[in-house]
Each structure stands twice: as structure tokens, then as C-alpha cells.
């Protein structure tokens, strides 16, 4: 039976560079039987594709879309990587439906709950036409620090394998190489990007950035303003989390675990989740 292999995140885990890797190295991948195709010209991943399942109106389109992948991927293993498969509101069930006959397994990454707050409210304040402005530790906070919100629809649809955002426990020290032996692949005939995906911005930009959105910053200014500010020297900041936002994001993601965790990977250490930060 044809595997479908779906990498659904979640966000700020690596995902864009994962992504980056698995374009650049789609020939090495084909010859080990597996199809992994972006569906547009310079994205590296199949969040066009899976667009088509978040309303009943373009949802023809996004089947279409399949249909298409399906075809030129023959008979080889489908691999398929989209944070918005974790997102409200992708109809799960019709994208999966569009699948016959195929065995599914889906997988996700889970990272420490402040590196991945910090890095997410890196993304919100630097993303073109943004107008968030709210400080870091201010409640609600942009991604949820307890992924149970995000993974539950999952659970009980397909297999899922939820695997450590930590380099100690990657195979071969990268996420790359960790993710393709997880799920069956030699890394071995494939190769690293030579550029990082969507690098995080230093905290003290972001701030500045921040105060930008609040004054009302116009989105055709903001290509210009953002790269004269990573022309600057930027000094080292303190840690932006206070005491109290961790204690809440250590809660969150407890409560999380204790959910999850049925579907860690084999070896999975969970201590790195709550390991203090300065």
C-alpha cells in the first residue's frame, strides 16, 4: 500500500528549513521512492495545496490539486509537509479523503514552550502588514503554549509521532537528517541547505519593530524599514520572558504532555520541555 507521509508542524519548529531541505532534495528523495513537490514556484512546501481545504468554496480546487500530485507522483510514496494541516479551520477529513487507498502517518515536532512564544512573536511583529503590537508578555500570548490545541484533531485520525525540537536527540545532529530517518529514509544520498528559512530577528529589533506596528508603520515601508534595521549593530538584550510567563508556558505545556503523551516517539526525553531558562 502507497505511504502518505504528512509533516504538520507544528509552527516554529524548524519547519520552513525542513521544508527548504525536502524541495532541494527532491531527486535524492525520488530516487528512494518517495515524491515530494511544492506546488508553486518558490514555496517549498504544499501550504497552497492544503489552502484548499479552510473553505467550502475552494475545496474542488484543492482536490483537483491532489488528483494532480497523485498523478505525477505514480507510484511512489507521497510526502506532504503543511503547518496548516494544524490549523483552524483545514477540513481534515475531505484532505484526507482525497488519499484512497493510502496508509497515512503523520508527525510533528515539539519544542521548549518559551523558545517557541519568543519565537512566534518574533514571526507576528516582523510578518509584512502586520499590526501586532501587544508586549511579549502580555497575555494572550501569539501561539498556544500547550499543543493539545493544535494536535488534538489529529489524534484517533491517523498514527501520529510527536518528536523532539532538541538537537541531542536528533539522529545525525540535525532536524533534517533526524526526520528522514524517522520516518524510513536514508539521509545519507541527500544534502544540507546552503541557506537558513525564515532566520528569527534579534529581541531588541523586534522592540523597535513592535513600537512601528503601534505608530501605524504602512506595509509599503515596512521592506525598507526592516532592512535598514538588520543593517545596525544590534547589542545582546536580557531574556524577555518574565518569571510569571514562563511559570504559565511551564503549565501549559504539562498539562499538554500529559495528553500527548501516548504518541512520543520511542526514546522521547521530555525533560528539555521544562528545562529553566535565564
Known amino acids: 500500500m502507497r505511504q502518505v507521509i504528512l509533516h504538520i508542524g507544528l509552527h516554529?519548529?524548524?519547519?520552513?528549513?525542513?521544508?527548504?531541505?525536502?524541495?532541494?532534495?527532491?531527486?535524492?528523495?525520488?530516487?528512494?521512492?518517495?515524491?515530494?513537490?511544492?506546488p508553486w514556484q518558490g514555496w517549498p512546501n504544499q501550504n497552497p495545496l492544503v489552502k484548499g481545504?479552510?473553505?467550502?468554496?475552494?475545496?474542488?480546487?484543492?482536490?483537483?490539486?491532489?488528483?494532480?500530485?497523485?498523478e505525477e507522483a505514480g507510484d511512489r510514496n507521497i510526502l506532504i509537509s503543511s503547518e496548516l494541516l494544524v490549523e483552524w479551520p483545514t477540513d481534515i477529513d475531505a484532505f484526507l479523503a482525497c488519499f484512497e487507498g493510502c496508509e497515512f502517518h503523520a508527525y510533528a515536532y515539539l519544542r521548549h514552550p518559551c523558545d517557541i512564544v519568543i519565537s512566534a512573536y518574533n514571526e507576528v511583529i516582523k510578518s509584512a502588514g502586520s499590526t501586532y503590537s501587544r508586549p511579549l508578555n502580555e497575555a494572550p500570548y501569539p501561539y498556544a503554549s500547550d499543543p493539545t490545541q493544535l494536535l488534538r484533531p489529529w489524534i484517533g485520525r491517523v498514527p501520529l509521532t510527536l518528536a523532539p525540537f532538541d538537537r541531542a536527540q536528533w539522529s545525525g545532529g540535525a532536524m533534517s537528517s533526524d526526520f528522514l530517518t524517522m520516518i524510513g529514509i536514508d539521509p545519507a544520498s541527500c544534502r544540507e541547505p546552503e541557506r537558513r528559512?525564515?532566520?528569527?530577528?534579534?529581541?531588541?529589533?523586534?522592540?523597535?519593530?513592535?513600537?512601528?506596528?503601534?505608530?501605524?508603520?504602512?506595509?509599503?515601508?515596512?521592506?525598507?524599514?526592516?532592512?535598514?534595521?538588520?543593517?545596525l549593530d544590534w547589542p545582546p538584550s536580557g531574556y524577555p520572558l518574565t518569571a510569571g510567563t514562563m511559570e504559565v508556558l511551564f503549565?501549559?505545556?504539562?498539562?499538554?504532555?500529559?495528553?500527548?503523551?501516548?504518541?512520543?516517539?520511542?526514546?522521547?526525553?521530555?525533560s528539555f520541555l521544562f528545562v529553566p531558562r535565564p
Open 53 to 70: 481545504f479552510q473553505s467550502p468554496d475552494t475545496i474542488e480546487g484543492g482536490r483537483r490539486g491532489i488528483a494532480m500530485l497523485m
Open 12 to 38: 516554529k519548529t524548524g519547519t520552513s528549513s525542513l521544508q527548504q531541505f525536502l524541495c532541494d532534495n527532491r531527486d535524492a528523495l525520488a530516487g528512494q521512492g518517495w515524491f515530494y513537490k511544492a
Open 197 to 231: 528559512s525564515n532566520e528569527s530577528l534579534p529581541q531588541l529589533m523586534v522592540e523597535v519593530l513592535r513600537g512601528a506596528n503601534a505608530l501605524g508603520l504602512a506595509p509599503e515601508a515596512r521592506e525598507g524599514f526592516v532592512a535598514h534595521l538588520q543593517g
Open 251 to 270: 503549565s501549559n505545556m504539562r498539562r499538554g504532555v500529559e495528553v500527548l503523551r501516548p504518541f512520543l516517539r520511542q526514546g522521547f526525553d521530555e
